[in-house]
């Protein structure tokens, strides 16, 4: 029988009837081992970076947020405590602190242009600092406008502004010191003038003037003293200085109360504080 030519059997009677060359196993091989070889490079590459870079941040102390220094150990009054030698005020902040919270919160209200108010401070201040730092009291400031609108003017709302200007640096308690010590007459409205207040965030120290001035040119805090002051208004406390003791107000501010009586009262709200939260609940805890 005479064999088909077809497409097929014409091609290999071409070709001599040889079959394709089959690939050695090397040649299948050598693609996969080129990129594999290329991966190895990429990956060794970026650990030489990592490595690198890793190696660059462990040389670099980056403090992290809300570490603090170590302690100093006061040696004598507050306004004259030395630092203790095992004091280390410079260099990296090595601690993380957990503090405690505090039984008792003391809210003032104060007008920086009234002149009851820097009365109170100037009596006051040495009491409240030793609540403070001996940590019996948590204080908070209150900055109401109220003597604006017996003396007219904005005095005590751009000196509110200023000091929350100094609040964001973190020297509101220094630049509040400045204010009563230099206090003007209520009636002259100096403290509309922003080179005085300028002036007494320099003497406050540790305020940086190009980021004080802007917020007090520009009254970046004017609406919240606004705020402030219409929450004052509405709750009827009374004139000022208003104090209250963890939100109770503190009765005769303006006559029979004195610094003596107020540290008394703030170490009894303690006590009474310390008392409840050491009483066990009668809900008992739940399990899993």
């Known amino acids: 029988m005479t064999e088909s030519k077809g497409p097929g059997n014409q091609d290999r009677a071409k070709d001599g009837g040889s079959k394709p060359k ?3 196993l090397l040649d299948r091989v050598r693609p996969y081992a ?3 070889t290329a991966i190895v490079v990429v ?3 970026s650990a030489l970076i990592g490595q690198h870079v890793r190696s660059t941040k462990d040389d670099k102390v980056r403090e992290p947020s809300g570490v603090i220094a170590a302690p100093i150990v006061p040696t004598g009054p507050v306004d004259t405590a030395s630092p203790s030698p095992s004091a ?10 957990v503090r ?7 809210t003032i209200f104060v007008d920086l242009r009234s002149p009851d108010s820097k009365a109170f401070a100037d009596e006051y201040q040495a009491t409240l600092t030793q609540l403070l730092t001996t940590g019996q009291a948590e204080l908070q400031y209150r900055l109401v406008t109220a003597s604006d609108q017996q003396y007219g003017g904005e005095g005590s709302k751009i000196a509110a502004n200023a000091a929350a200007c100094a609040q964001d640096q973190s020297r509101f308690t220094q630049f509040m010191k400045e204010v009563w010590k230099h206090q003007p007459d209520p009636k002259s409205d100096r403290l509309t003038h922003l080179n005085f207040l300028k002036e007494l965030a320099v003497k406050a120290g540790k305020i940086k003037l190009s ?7 520009q009254g970046d805090h004017n609406g919240w003293v606004q705020q402030s002051q219409n929450d004052f208004a509405k709750s009827d406390l009374g004139s ?9 107000p503190v009765k005769d501010v303006h006559s029979t109360l004195t610094p003596q009586k107020l540290r008394k009262m703030v170490l009894a709200e303690a006590k009474r504080v310390i008392a409840v939260q050491a009483t066990p609940s009668d809900t008992p805890a739940l399990l899993g």
């Open 88 to 97: 280390t005020p410079t260099g990296p902040k090595l601690g993380l602190p």
């Open 22 to 24: 089959r690939k050695s």
């Open 240 to 248: 000022i200085p208003v104090v209250e003791i963890n939100g109770t």
């Open 43 to 45: 990956f060794g590459g």
């Open 34 to 36: 080129v990129g594999t």
């Open 211 to 217: 980021n004080f001035e802007p917020c007090l040119e």
């Open 100 to 106: 405690p919270s505090v039984p008792v919160t003391v």
